[in-house]
Every structure is written in structure tokens, then in C-alpha cells.
């Protein structure tokens, strides 16, 4: 669907994308995760055609972006991180306004038009003036005018910054509504969010993809340790890394806070059985054990921070 | 292209930039017709038009300082560079619309051109010869103007160094009288826009200036295009 190979860009002596390679499968909803700098948005920018890649080749089902430009960029529909609304314009004509430029069909127009406004549930504010508009129906009314047409792709920057809780979800149930019938490619912070909504993870840090694959493989590829979170009374504070010995000399113990304390070991050993029953065994005045389940934070922190 | 002519030209008047435009054109043009007509009882057009293009000087600024700057600070420029049209599609469609809105200003004026012929017999040929002139000297303006703006992101910037370069074009029809090099004179011949102008008022049909004034707006018309077009696909 999408193929991004060896995208670089470079600015006078910085290159801020270096030689990403990903593709998108049709049906899938891929998560772009970075920090801020990482080349998220540039990477965006070049896919869609706004910048141009100092070298390497984007294609949309087979269509060009450099050879076919025109028809590239009618395949695609584009959230960029503002939506870009014009404020004297109301909903409805500046709908109507965008499917037009888009040259899609004319004689669609209304149904397209009013179908997009019911996926985002804007409808009840059609006539209303955009600089009247509160973010959250700013945001959605950005994502219905990147859903006119339903193009191939979809693609989704940053969809849910800058909102509140209320309108997160609103925003994230249009994206979970998006599933399978559209191909998304969808870059954000918030990695809750990616990992309800994706179906595979693109990781990039200072222009370089790092990782890329589903939950399940990122967390299994890099992160090599269990963890177990205890927490003890006062009296215990002091037992918890003989007991941690007792058990293992590979268990790592990390203290967390005052009564907190974080034991890890290798990935290969599940040592969590054994150390509950030694602190049982030993009388450790426990308030609280679980074995950490790891996450897209966890490989993100673990992915950035190498 | 049609949709960004449309929304273009609509946009003129939800903001108050078209009205301010016109408004003050139209007030202008009527002063100037109160003293080089009314008030001296004259039915020549010359004067009036001489007027009135010094008056573009301060007015097209209005009307293009938005053009491309106010999609970069909103971020539309974003939209419309993704579009599946060539940015030199959405720039002519802009050009259009200022055009456009230039064009109505210009039919204005011929509420006294009418008052005029009441007066007294009108040169026509004079007459017709005024608005084609200012007609091509307008859209020059217009397409230096859309350009300045295509440069930066602030309205305000791109009004004000639009009227400076206008402003130094004007001046500089007044040094060339003071310079005897020939060689910096051919240069200020070259960039003297105002006087090429000054033909059409002495009733004088120069298919030169006509030529000049149309290589000048496509050249600042590339000269936006390649402003745009810097690092983007198109």
C-alpha cells in the first residue's frame, strides 16, 4: 500500500530523516512514534509531498510520488498536526471547498460530503462559522476533510494533540472506526493510543527508524527482562534484597520509592513463583506483588534511551 | 482551480479586506475626480488616471498581503500543496481572484467617466488607452505584490515591503533625470514601471509598455512559483 524506501533528508549540513524504509499493508493502521525531533512530521511532510526528499522514494500502490505526483496525491488524505481550516469559512462549505480542489466526482459531492460529517460527528454544527468552533470539533472537522473522497490512505498527524480527555476518545473511536476499511498511517505521543488503535509500530529517533513491528514483537525483541514490583511494610524494608539473593544473584533489585522496590531478571528466567514464595517463606510483610506487564512506554523508554 | 479562484474571491469579502479595498479606492478616485475634473471644470481623463496610479502604490498592498503569507501562518499551505493541482494552478487562481477584485475598483470609475461625458465631450480614445494602461500596470503591481507575500508569513510584512518597492520604482522614474551614465540609466529605464505608464495618459498607445508590463508579470509570476515550489514536490 504504502512504501517508504530509504527516505533521507537533509538540511545544509543536518540530515533530519536518514534512509527510513517502512511499508503500510492495505487494511492496517500503522503507528508513527518518536519524540519530538525525531523526524516524525518531516517524514509526513515528504510522504504527502509538501517537502521533498533529498533522496530515496515514496509510493502509494504502485503510484510514484516524484513520477506521478498528481495522481500520488489524490490516493491520500491528510491530517497534518494544525488542522489546516480556514476560520471564515463555514463547516459545510469548506467541506465542500476541499472535495472540489480535490477534483473528486461533483455529483457525489453532497453524499461524500455529508458522509464525512457523519463519521466525525460534525453534522450538527455544518453551518457554523470554523473560528467559532471549539479544538475538539476543529480536530474532527480536520480528520473529515482528510476522509473526503475515502482515498487509499489516511494520514493522521498528531490527531489528538492538544485535546481533552472527552475528546481524545471521541477522536480515538473515529480512528478505531477506521479499522480495516481504510489503511492509516498515524503518528502520535500518546502510546495508549497507538497501541488501542495499531496494528503495527514504526519507532524513529533522530531521523532513524529504530523499530518496527507489531506490540507483540517490539516488546518481545527489546525488552529482555521480567519485572516485579513489591511493596512491603516499614519493618520489611531491609529484608527485600537478602530474600532477592536467596533466590537468584541474577535478580536485580531497584528501590522505587520508600517501600517500593522493583526486582528484574532475564527475560529467559521466570523467577516471580520463587520470590513470592521465598518473601512469603521468610515472613516479608508484603502489601503488594505483580509482575510488571511491559509496554510500548517500556520499549519506547528502553528504545530512545539506548 | 476554480475552487481556490472561488474560495479566493469569497474570502475578499468574509474578511473586511475586499470592502476596505474598494471602499477606500472608491473614495480615492472620487477625490481625485473632485479636483482634476469638478473643480476646475475639465473633462480631460489624463490627470484623473495619473492619479490613480500612484494610488495603487498604497492600495494593492491591501489586497495581496495575504495572499500566500495568511495560508502559511494558518497552515492551509499544508492543504493546498497536498492538493493533486500544480502549485502554478493555485497561483494563477489567486492572481485571478486579486484580479478580479482590482478589476471591480477599476469599473467603478466609470460612474465619473459618465459624469464627465455630462461635462463636456470625452477622448475616448484617451479613455480606453487610461484603462488598458492601468488595467496592465495594475496586474503588474498585483503579481510583485502576490510574490512579496509568497516570501514570508506575515500579512503585515508583505504589505509593507510591497508599498516600499513600489514606492522606490516610483522614485526612481525621478532620479533618472539626474544621472548621465548610460549605463545606469538603461537600468532605471528598464525598472521605471510608473513611467511606461504615463504614455497611456498623453493619449499615446505604446504596444511596447503593453509588452513590458506583461514580461514583468510573468517574470514576478515565476519568480512566485519558484518561491513555492522550493523544496516540494510539484
Known amino acids: 500500500m504504502l512504501k517508504v524506501d530509504k527516505v533521507t533528508k537533509c538540511y545544509k549540513d543536518k540530515t533530519v530523516v536518514d534512509h527510513v524504509s517502512f511499508e503500510i ?10 519524540p519530538n525531533g525525531a523526524g516524525k512530521s518531516t517524514t509526513m511532510n515528504i510522504i504527502t509531498g509538501y517537502l521533498q526528499a533529498t533522496s530515496g522514494t515514496v509510493s502509494i500502490d504502485g503510484l510514484d510520488i516524484n513520477s506521478q505526483p498528481m495522481k ?48 466525525t460527528e460534525i453534522a450538527h454544527v455544518k453551518r457554523r462559522l470554523i473560528k467559532n468552533l471549539s479544538k475538539g470539533y476543529k480536530q474532527r472537522l480536520g480528520m473529515a476533510q482528510a476522509f473526503l473522497g475515502k482515498p487509499s490512505l489516511i494520514i493522521l498527524d498528531e490527531p489528538t494533540i492538544g485535546l481533552d ?71 520489611s524494608i531491609n529484608m527485600v534484597h537478602g530474600v532477592a539473593a536467596k533466590v537468584s544473584k541474577d535478580i536485580r533489585v531497584k528501590k522505587i520509592d520508600a517501600n517500593v522496590f522493583e526486582c528484574s531478571c532475564n527475560a529467559g528466567q521466570d523467577l516471580g513463583k520463587q520470590l513470592l514464595g521465598t518473601l512469603i517463606a521468610d515472613h516479608v510483610q508484603l502489601t503488594e506483588f505483580y509482575e510488571k506487564t511491559n509496554s510500548l512506554e517500556d520499549v519506547f523508554l528502553e528504545l530512545v534511551t539506548k | 482551480m476554480k475552487a481556490i479562484f472561488k474560495r479566493e474571491l469569497s474570502s475578499y469579502f468574509h474578511s473586511l479586506s475586499g470592502y476596505i479595498y474598494l471602499g477606500v479606492f472608491f473614495l480615492l ?71 478580479m477584485v482590482f478589476a471591480m475598483g477599476i469599473m467603478s470609475t466609470l460612474v465619473f467617466i459618465i459624469i ?98 506583461f514580461t514583468l508579470t510573468f517574470a514576478f509570476y515565476e519568480f512566485t512559483l519558484l518561491s513555492l515550489t522550493k523544496d516540494k514536490v510539484d
Not at chain 1, 463555514?90 to 460529517?117: G, S
Not at chain 1, 513491528?213 to 527482562?225: M, R
Not at chain 2, 494610488?55 to 498592498?61: H, K
Open chain 1, 72 to 119: 500520488y496525491r489524490k490516493s491520500f488524505g491528510y491530517l497534518p498536526e494544525f488542522p489546516p481550516l480556514y476560520p471564515d469559512m463555514i463547516v459545510e462549505d469548506y467541506l465542500n471547498f476541499v472535495y472540489d480542489a480535490r477534483r473528486l466526482a461533483a455529483k457525489e459531492r453532497r453524499v461524500q460530503v455529508d458522509e464525512a460529517m457523519e463519521m
Open chain 1, 25 to 34: 499493508k492495505k487494511g492496517h493502521i500503522c503507528g508513527f512514534v518518536g
Open chain 1, 165 to 235: 480527555p472527552f475528546q481524545i476518545v471521541q477522536v480515538r473511536n473515529i480512528m478505531i472506526s477506521l479499522k480495516k476499511k481504510h489503511t492509516v498511517l498515524l503518528s502520535s505521543h500518546i502510546l495508549s493510543e497507538i497501541a488501542e488503535v495499531c496494528d503495527e509500530i514504526v519507532f524513529i529517533n533522530n531521523g532513524n527508524l529504530i523499530a518496527a513491528g507489531t506490540e507483540k514483537e517490539l516488546i518481545e525483541k527489546n525488552l529482555k527482562e521480567n519485572k516485579y514490583m513489591i511493596k512491603v511494610s516499614n519493618e
Open chain 2, 29 to 99: 478616485s472620487a477625490y481625485y475626480f473632485v479636483i482634476s475634473n469638478l473643480m476646475v471644470g475639465s473633462n480631460s481623463v489624463a490627470e484623473y488616471f495619473q492619479n490613480m496610479v500612484t494610488t495603487l502604490m498604497f492600495l494593492i498592498p491591501i489586497l495581496t498581503m495575504k495572499s500566500f503569507a495568511e495560508e502559511k501562518k494558518q497552515k492551509t499551505d499544508q492543504l493546498l500543496f497536498t492538493l493533486p493541482m500544480r502549485t502554478s494552478s493555485i497561483t494563477i487562481a489567486k492572481l485571478l481572484a486579486s484580479y
Open chain 2, 116 to 213: 464627465i461625458s455630462f461635462l463636456g465631450n470625452v477622448d475616448m480614445y484617451t479613455t480606453i488607452g487610461c484603462y488598458i494602461g492601468i488595467f496592465v500596470a495594475g496586474t503588474t503591481f498585483i503579481t510583485l505584490g502576490v510574490f512579496i507575500s509568497s516570501l514570508t508569513e506575515n500579512q503585515t510584512t508583505a504589505a509593507i515591503v510591497t508599498y516600499a518597492v513600489l514606492f522606490a520604482l516610483y522614485l526612481v522614474t525621478y532620479v533618472a533625470d539626474y544621472i548621465n551614465n548610460d549605463f545606469l540609466t538603461g537600468i532605471i529605464d528598464a525598472i521605471a514601471i510608473f513611467s511606461r505608464y504615463t504614455n497611456f495618459t498623453n493619449a499615446i498607445f505604446d504596444p511596447s509598455a503593453i509588452i513590458y508590463y
